[in-house]
């Protein structure tokens, strides 16, 4: 179920949202028997009253759309007449109509988990945002006019679905600094690198085949998989990343047709994989002739320890496709990533993508060119590597000053995230609207399990908020833990127990 | 097979030809027994010399990677040895893991129109892009200059997946010129309509579902469906548009899950629908219960006669889901465009967007809304309403000039192309050589055919080359047509009746 406030809109919000879930029920997105969220839960997730969201369920309960059922809350009545038997064109049953890999994408963990983001009254722990008061806006500005003073009648067509050319071998010669670089027609443009999964996906995976994922891993790779009709694997990660030896059991006997990894700041714990597992994963994968996504959006922001080699770069059979994105290091509105590979996957993926949009905006890729190719980019990174840390470490402060005993966490050597643990068997889908109603908004850690683990565990950003925020944001997360555990010093661990068994 | 040369390298032709051709044989792309393009074709293609490519093909047989037959052309061999059996890791046999969806969407023939339409020294008449000279490069700088300087933090981040709120308000407004207007959270902004077609192919077709879909139609809707594993049920066009009373017979029949309709200035023959048609399919789609997929980029281009309504404008059962771009108005680069629907169907494809790009550059989409929202896109087009009709009228002024009796055409009322048959039997396919020669590309009518059909028929876009190259294209094109008429006067009869079954 999705409903969007709009507060500037006359409509009462009550209204807003009856009109919206009502929607839904007549055009069978929510069919007869789905579970509606509970009244205080769904006020918390929008930030209203209570009374709005009672309001709103009596109106539908008014209208049958609805039933309360004691034990079971309160549930999508069964089909209505809408018209049907009058021997009228009875309108399209939407509902009947979509396809079924659809289906999967709409976790009402993560909608509520946005809705709770995007509030003006909330900080954001929950993104993957770099902060936007760094962002070089002034020499974007400067590179825009200057690219449609010089050049705007090629800027605004099309250009070549592989990307801008000068930029093809800009992105390579960037990734030069961290191995040898790729030839540039080795390299893809795509729109971020979600579309760059995508494609993979699309090129490669067949319903019911086997990709083999770090767990947790980035929620955007398993929506992306699972839309593709594919089975994950999950391969535990620890401090030195995704745990090798265990993939090393377990390939030859379920014959993944993929390795998707993060392996340096992974998100969402920001482990790195050690150098060792690292030798040992290539030989893994070239001797079992399974190609290896490296995803690498935060390579580039490492802040204490030495480099570890991408594994693009200690790859010696051409086994890694290479997939990085400009929205980590720069900012996300571009929506500007990239893919090196061979050749055939190369040309195969642009075959794709001429399907899916033709081509990435040229002005865009156009401005990212003349910032790496003025080296504009490496002076941005190097700000960031200055700024981050003190905000990564004005968070650990802070977590040790106001959740001292209820969550622990790590020093990640770089990236954008520090992952967290609840004590206590406290559940981050619990701590959701807790940590809502006072303000603050954070990313539950079981969004990123694909076999729905990891619920004592969440994921807090330090870059998005303000470095002046993060103190505030996270006293506001202290006084949410402690009072889910007032609320649930009880039942916790029993109801824990329960769920032990995997989901998959 | 694609061969890319870059005449900016110093690395001779002959040897870039072969190198890619080498590429793909051992990648498994061009797999053994693949036919290659003849050596004249090919040279003709890429705008070299023949002995270019004779000496590229030299190089691969030598190599044994190609064998001559007589009577077969050049074929690739079968595979060499590529270091197997040795127990060293073989790497990874891309050529092997690709997905079957995509092998659907390499037409050597629109490759080779491409290539040929993007060389320097031709003419393109193959594109369908308006005319640069007149895009609005002023107006769009000082528009970004103000969004970065105003909200530079806001428009360089994410923005929502269904669209930048303003914009989707603004589309709807803009839309109230022509019937009643959606509500704009009816209102889903896409990376370009190439995007919108393909996640409504992603929502609504499973395999071996049925489209009906005019014949000639969109070439980006025909992959887009045919990628989404959907089987294409063409109905031809006359010049009162898609022959309706076709499908009213075929329709319980065949039970397609979507009708696919361009009904305004169609591309490819810039036919209109006539309202008795618009009328009857709408009440066929009621009926039914099938939705009509209204794609209608041209709309707002009407130079002559009355205007027409909108099919969503006559729908009064909700069948009609409506895509439009700014491409063809405004310009390509931002891709920008935006589909109208019922709330469901909005909400589902914005899940899918979700998983294929996260969302649309906002920056683009901001300064597109500040166009809409200035009154500034009904003034540029009121521009282009007075000049486009000049330059069809210059076109088909110099079709009678250079081709008469050997290319008979419509004039459209509005659009941005010329439909062309040609004479005698000829096909397009034997002209685009000749017209590459003669430095002037063309768009092969078979292309936009779901059944192979249309041999003899040509797209002539009037948009791109400016006014005062429109009669050298044409006069080029003139002789490119005598030339083929003179060395075919013979045999082209007979080959056209060999192929008269038509391909599905």
Known sequence: MIVELDRSRELPLYLQISRQIRDQIRSGELPPGTRLPPERRLAAM???????????????????????????????????????????????????????????MNDPLLRDTMLVSARADVISLATGIPSPELYPID???????????????????HCPTEGYPPLRAALADWMAGNGPPPEPDQVLVVAGSQQGLYLLARALLEPGDLVAVESPTYLGAIQVFRAAGARLLPIPVDADGMRVGLLEDLIARRRPKLIYTLPTFQNPTGATMSLERRHRLLALAAREQVPVVEDDPYGALRYDGRPIPPLRALDSHGSVIYLSTLSKVLFPGFRIGWIAGPRPLIERLALMKQ?????????????????????????????????????????????ERHCAGMLTC??????????????????????????????VAIAPGSSFHPDGEGENTLRLNFTLPREEEIDLAIARLGEAIAALRGSRSTGAERRDAARATPIV
């Open 355 to 399: 399907i899916v949009d033709l081509d990435t905006n040229p002005l865009a890729q156009w401005a990212v060119w003349a910032f790496l190719d003025r080296g504009l980019l490496a002076e941005h990174v190097e700000r960031l590597r200055q700024a981050y840390p003190r905000r990564r470490d004005a968070m650990l402060a802070a977590i």
């Open 46 to 104: 929008l930030g209203v009253n209570r009374t709005t969201v009672v309001n709103a369920y009596r109106e539908l309960a008014a209208e049958g759309l609805i039933v309360g059922h004691v034990g079971r809350g309160t549930i999508v009545a069964g089909a209505a007449g809408d018209g049907a038997g009058t021997g009228e064109p009875r309108g399209i049953p939407w509902g009947q109509l979509f396809t079924e890999a659809t289906d999967v």
């Open 139 to 157: 020499a974007i500005r400067a590179l825009l006019d200057e690219a449609l003073h010089t050049a705007g009648q090629e800027l605004l067509q």
């Open 410 to 439: 790590e020093r990640p050597d770089g990236g954008l995230y520090v992952w967290g643990r609840l004590a206590d068997g406290l559940r981050a889908r619990d701590l959701l609207p807790e940590a809502a109603r006072r303000g």
